[in-house]
Every structure is written in C-alpha cells, then in structure tokens.
T-cell receptor, first 115, second 113 residues
Framework: AQKVTQAQTEISVVEKEDVTLDCVYETRDTTYYLFWYKQPPSGELVFLIRRNSFDEQNEISGRYSWNFQKSTSSFNFTITASQVVDSAVYFCALSKGSGTYKYIFGTGTRLKVLA | DGGITQSPKYLFRKEGQNVTLSCEQNLNHDAMYWYRQDPGQGLRLIYYSQIVNDFQKGDIAEGYSVSREKKESFPLTVTSAQKNPTAFYLC????????????FGPGTRLLVL
C-alpha cells in the first residue's frame, strides 16, 4: 500500500532561520512521482515541485531546496532564511507513474515563522 | 488568466438539503478532481473525471454526486445522505489523469446550520 508520512505536525521558527520539513513515503512501485504543495491561510494549494522516482538530483529554487533519497524513502523540503510569508501548511504527496489518477497526501506540516 | 475557479467561497447547508459546489477551469485540462479536507488532515479524494461524461468514485464518494457534461466544469453535489459534510472542499485539474501535476482551485468551505 502507498503511504505518505509527515511526522511533524507543527513547526515554529524565528524569521531567517532555516527549517526542514520531513516527508517519508511508502510504495512498491518502481515508477512514481512525489510532490510538495503549500497551503497558505487563504486555503488554495499551491504547487511547489514534482519529482519522479528516477531523478534523485536535489533541486534548489531560490530559498527552497528539496532532498530526494530513495534509500530512505524520503523527500525532504528545506526553506533557507525563512520569512513570515512562508507561514503555511505544507503537504507532501505521492502518485503512481502511470495508469492512475490518485495522489496520496500526507497530513501536512504547519509552519509558523515568527517575526 | 488561466486557472480554476470555485464558487461559492462559503456555503451553508440546512439539514436534509442538497447543495452544489461549482468548479470551472479554463486550462483545457482533461482530468478534474474533488477533494475533501478536514482540520488537521490531508486531502481525501471524493470523485475524479478523466474525460467528459465519465467519472469515477474516489475514497470517500458516499453522500456525494458529480457530473461532467462539459470539459471545463465539474460540479459536486453534497447530498442529504452525507451526514458530516462540514469541511473544506478543493477542486483540482490536470492535463492528463495520472501523474500529471494537479492544480487546485481556491476551495469552498461548507458549513452545516
């Protein structure tokens, strides 16, 4: 069965601190996709990144970076020099590579960045 | 601007009443989805549609119904059979069903009076 675990329910940091959000997944598929979404207080889910199971390169986009490690089934998300605007709920999700429609979402991590 | 719109933003339901949530997209996406989000929980799939006039049940379809008469539109009806409808409802779409990235609308918050 597929599963996504975000063990950190809530994290609070002070502005300019770095913070890492953990995501651990379970799947028996060899081809799959991993996603991160941000849900600000307005409620809409904002797409951040998609990574396929064959690409283990880490990715950096501005203050955001992602560390994908198949050996530990983890896809962690780091925000460098956090800002108040980063305060949101962050969701990790898993999808099969083909023939399916379904995302498996984690329960989310609420990040509070304090000024 | 391309995107997904949901209306209304807030919706109130009386006991025994059916209510319909609207979802429209102008992204020319084939697939559309409805999710339910409860406080402190992840998203759960209610229904999805890969093409017009076709839709499939998700994990929690009981008490809900949908239609897909147009590519752009995928309305969700919360029926009186849904005993605990208070939640945040999110609509999404993707270019192809499956692993293609899903893009989400702003959501509708449903409350029971």
């Amino acid at each position: 069965a597929q599963k996504v675990t975000q063990a950190q329910t809530e994290i609070s940091v002070v502005e300019k601190e770095d913070v890492t959000l953990d995501c651990v997944y379970e799947t028996r598929d060899t081809t799959y996709y991993l996603f991160w979404y941000k849900q600000p207080p307005s409620g809409e889910l904002v797409f951040l990144i998609r990574r396929n199971s064959f690409d283990e390169q880490n990715e950096i986009s501005g203050r955001y970076s992602w560390n994908f490690q198949k050996s530990t089934s983890s896809f962690n998300f780091t925000i460098t020099a956090s800002q108040v605007v980063d305060s949101a709920v962050y969701f990790c999700a898993l999808s099969k590579g083909s023939g399916t429609y379904k995302y498996i979402f984690g329960t989310g991590t609420r990040l509070k960045v304090l000024a | 601007d391309g995107g997904i719109t949901q209306s209304p933003k807030y919706l109130f339901r009386k006991e025994g009443q059916n209510v319909t949530l609207s979802c429209e997209q102008n992204l020319n996406h084939d697939a559309m989805y409805w999710y339910r989000q409860d406080p402190g929980q992840g998203l759960r799939l209610i229904y999805y549609s890969q093409i017009v006039n076709d839709f499939q049940k998700g994990d929690i379809a009981e008490g809900y119904s949908v239609s897909r008469e147009k590519k752009e539109s995928f309305p969700l009806t919360v029926t009186s059979a849904q005993k605990n409808p208070t939640a945040f409802y999110l609509c999404a779409s993707s270019s192809l069903a499956g692993a293609e990235t899903q893009y989400f609308g702003p959501g509708t918050r449903l409350l029971v009076l």
